[in-house]
């Protein structure tokens, strides 16, 4: 009997079958993951986000399997040639690749040349010389030349019965499943540089002659050998042995030989069906098998990059945010001058300038009497600084403000400003700043991305923030699928106010569309703030599912109920009220009161409607209603006087923040225009598979410098302070794989400060370290955001620089223009 979809899924997730079902039927009633997960515990028997993610994908993939798997039954039953056993083998395939395999014979497919050969009449050839190759090929042959068919002479007709077998072997299921995973455990990936093309493709120089097997390559190796590829540098060459096979027939002849019974004894057919045999492995089966496994090559190498992409995009939405604290914003610049946004505590903007404090101009006393003027009269208490072009120059106009007017007690951020050309010029910025210069923008932005990085995150597609690999090269619907969910657990998991949220965080809310999200807006504009969640219902097209969906993810301060404040589901509220009642209390006096609410017993509440995890929930919200759970905000100090590449020597011990995390090992801001690299070897005393489980994006820590290659701009770090300089973690000597991963996988970081020079590197496309794509500003805008920048001189956990990754990123592509 064929298991069920949510049978196999629930034995993938190694839960019950009930479990699984009853997430389905939410899902397939319109039910969000975030509520799921958070508000139906009681349903799915405490499935976690993370197994509902998978849950979800899994679902689509098996009813898309399902789907496929019926078209199939219907075509080969229209052929006239669907049998039972066939039928059963069909239901039984348990992958779209094995699907496929089975109905390889029975596709529609252009004539082919078995398909005219057996039109001639020349099948029963080729069945008597597999069944009896005592018959002389030749011999058997002369009895089916027929001109008027086409079939001149024996040796036509030789050729014919060939194309006949090599169809069948080629599009034998069980033989092509077998093939496949031999080559995939056993081959190899190589590739060679193309002649004349050492030069120009000098980024790819790691691949001009490399192979590795498929199993052990990595994700960004795969990516940036297919790029290389793509490029014209590199011919890429999936080999089914390893070296130094013994010499003779290859294995995977033999396999195809044995599976139709082929052998040589030394009749006159057997050196036929050889040659055969050999003729479809190498013009048919070898070539299906290419494709197949650079497919899956491929879909490995998207789902890790992906995953990647995923994991530090999550890290940079909850980043720590800086708080309701009135924000000067810097958006750095040389001959366009340094343009100055000041938002209050709520994000609203208040004051805008542009000052010219760097050459041409150097106007840098008015510049800071500007700054201080506008500090004091709005009582800033940040200065954010975005990470571009000019950025170094601009922190020291910072460093300098706060020097010549301790009074203010200001304190400077370095804030990634990627991606926030393309908010500035989105039909979003201009509905939100409709009479502000576009230039200006980009400092409204960054101030706002340290306050609350997520609320200003969201208004960008998260593709442009640039936080993945290779990003280019993924498919489009993989990625937006990915990252969006990635941004709605965050959204939803931190909570929305809803009386300032805007649109687009709006939209990421369970259950709000962004149609609804804008109605939700305009309500708030024409009929003033919500009071309370019930009030929401009065929203146009905002209906009881909707409603539902959304209700528990919506905060309101100050509200008419205290309980809207928190994460507490109104449809909880009567359940809250009686807790209160046992307790002797109203509900404002409960919420926060931690010694009474630990003295309420979890038990006494459970009713039908409730189970324990709800009341346990609720019971754990009512103590710090609202809490928001991202981690404090807090900077990271940049050593004085280590402002660039030369100012480094082995041994310092600095303090950085972790900018990116890839398989290799992390990317680390230490404050010198570009990032170091601490080997996945470098980052613990311990031995460590994956470098998330020690540092991520945003990670304040203290490394100890290794080694300085500043032709090459390649820095390297450890975290194992005890490790000695010009050596790599754990002494012994650098591998040929820690430089290629570097540049295959993502480069260093080149920030370069000056006029752009050496800034924002086009790396990881296929280690293209080689400072492509500068930041270059076109009619004053960033082209993607991400250029060349100084690096700051406090760094800030809530932003972590972690964007500055182009070299890891396609955000190189958005500058180059690509």
Request: hydrophobic share 40%.
């Amino acid at each position: 009997m064929t298991m069920s979809i949510e049978g196999r899924i629930a034995e993938e997730l190694g839960v019950r079958e009930r479990q699984v079902k009853a997430a389905v039927e939410l899902l397939d009633g319109g039910s969000t993951v975030p509520f799921i997960a958070r508000y139906r515990k009681e349903a799915t028997e405490m499935l976690d986000d993370a197994q509902l993610r998978t849950l979800e994908e899994r679902l689509r993939y098996l009813r898309e399997l399902e789907d496929r798997r019926a078209a199939i039954l219907d075509s080969v039953r229209e052929q006239g040639k669907l049998d039972a056993e066939l039928e059963a083998r069909i239901n039984a395939a348990d992958t779209k690749a094995r699907l496929e395999d089975i109905y390889l014979p029975f596709k529609p497919k252009r004539r082919t040349k078995a398909q005219i050969a057996r039109e001639a009449g020349l099948e029963p050839l080729a069945d008597g010389l597999l069944a009896d190759p005592s018959v002389e090929p030749a011999a058997a042959a002369a009895a089916f030349v027929d001109a008027d068919k086409g079939v001149a002479d024996p040796a036509a007709a030789l050729e014919g019965a060939r194309a006949i077998l090599t169809e069948r072997f080629g599009e034998d299921a069980d033989l092509i499943g077998e093939l496949r995973e031999r080559m995939w455990g056993r081959g190899r990936l190589a590739a060679k540089v193309r002649e004349g093309k050492e030069e120009a493709g000098a980024k790819f120089a790691d691949y001009f002659d490399f192979a590795e097997p498929f199993t052990a390559l990595p994700s960004h190796r795969v990516l940036a050998m297919l790029r290389g590829e793509k490029e014209d540098v590199l011919d890429l060459t999936l080999e089914p042995e390893e070296p130094g096979e013994t010499p003779g027939p290859s294995t995977y002849e033999g396999m195809v030989a044995r599976r139709f019974g082929i052998s040589d004894r030394g009749r006159p057919g057997d050196k036929w069906l050889a040659d055969t045999v050999r003729w479809a492995w190498r013009t048919k089966i070898q070539v299906h098998l290419g494709i197949d496994l650079r497919m899956r090559l491929r879909a490995a190498a998207e789902d890790e990059a992906v995953r990647v992409f995923a994991a530090n995009l999550r890290d940079l939405l909850l980043a720590a945010p800086a708080g309701t604290r009135a924000t000067l914003g810097l958006d750095p610049g040389f001959r366009t001058g340094v343009k100055v946004a000041v938002v209050d505590a709520t994000g609203k903007v208040v004051a805008t300038e542009v000052i010219y404090p760097h050459v041409p101009a150097n106007k840098w006393d008015e510049s800071l009497a500007k700054l201080a003027r506008l500090a004091e009269e709005h009582a800033v208490e940040l200065i954010a600084i975005g990470n571009g072009t000019a950025s170094r120059e601009t922190d020291k106009l910072a460093g300098d403000l706060i020097a010549r007017h301790p009074e203010l007690k200001l304190t400077k951020v370095m804030v990634s400003e990627a991606g926030a050309s393309v908010y500035s010029a989105s039909a979003f910025a201009s509905q939100e700043l409709p009479d502000m210069d576009v230039s200006l923008r980009g400092a409204v932005s960054i101030a706002r991305r340290l306050q609350d990085p997520l609320a200003e995150l969201v208004k960008i597609d998260p593709k442009s923030i640039g936080v993945g690999q290779y990003q280019h090269d993924l498919s489009e619907v993989k990625l937006s699928r990915s990252l969006d969910a990635v941004v709605e657990d965050c959204v939803n998991g931190v909570g929305v106010d809803v009386n300032t949220a805007s649109a687009p965080l709006l939209s990421r809310v369970s259950g709000i569309s962004g149609g609804l999200a804008e109605n939700i807006v305009a309500h708030r504009d024409n009929n003033g703030p919500f009071r309370s969640r019930k009030a929401l219902k009065d929203v146009a097209r905002l209906g009881p599912k909707a409603y539902e969906q959304c209700a528990g993810f919506l905060r309101i301060r100050g509200g008419d109920d205290p309980l809207d404040f928190s994460s507490v589901h109104p449809e909880s509220y009567p359940l809250v009220r009686g807790m209160a009642k046992t307790a002797g209390s109203d509900v404002a006096a409960l919420i926060g009161n931690t010694g009474v609410l630990r003295s309420l017993r979890p038990e006494q509440f459970v009713t039908e409607a409730f189970g324990l995890p709800t009341v346990t929930d609720i019971l754990r919200e009512l103590e710090k209603p609202g809490r928001d759970p991202r981690p404090a905000f807090k900077t990271a100090t940049f050593k004085e006087g280590v402002e660039k590449i030369g100012d480094l020597a082995p041994g310092m011990i600095l303090e950085g923040v972790v900018t990116n995390v890839a398989a290799f090992g992390a990317f680390i801001d230490i404050g010198v225009h570009q990032d170091g690299l601490a080997h996945v070897s470098a980052l613990s005393k311990n031995f460590v598979k994956d470098p998330r489980d020690v540092v991520k994006p945003g990670d304040i820590v203290r490394v100890k410098v290794l080694d300085v290659d500043i032709p090459r701009k390649r820095i390297s770090l450890t975290l194992r302070l005890e490790d000695e300089a010009d050596r790599p973690a754990g002494g012994a000597p650098r591998q040929r794989e820690d430089r290629q991963e570097q540049r295959g996988g993502r480069p260093p970081q080149q920030r370069g400060g000056g006029q752009g020079q050496g800034g924002g590197q086009g790396g990881g496309q296929g280690g293209q370290d080689r400072g492509q794509g500068r930041g270059q500003r076109q009619g004053g805008q960033r082209q993607g955001g991400q250029g060349g920048s100084g690096s700051p001189a406090p760094a800030n956990s809530a932003m972590a620089d972690a964007l500055r990754r182009a070299g890891l990123t396609g955000g190189s592509e958005e500058r180059r223009g690509r």
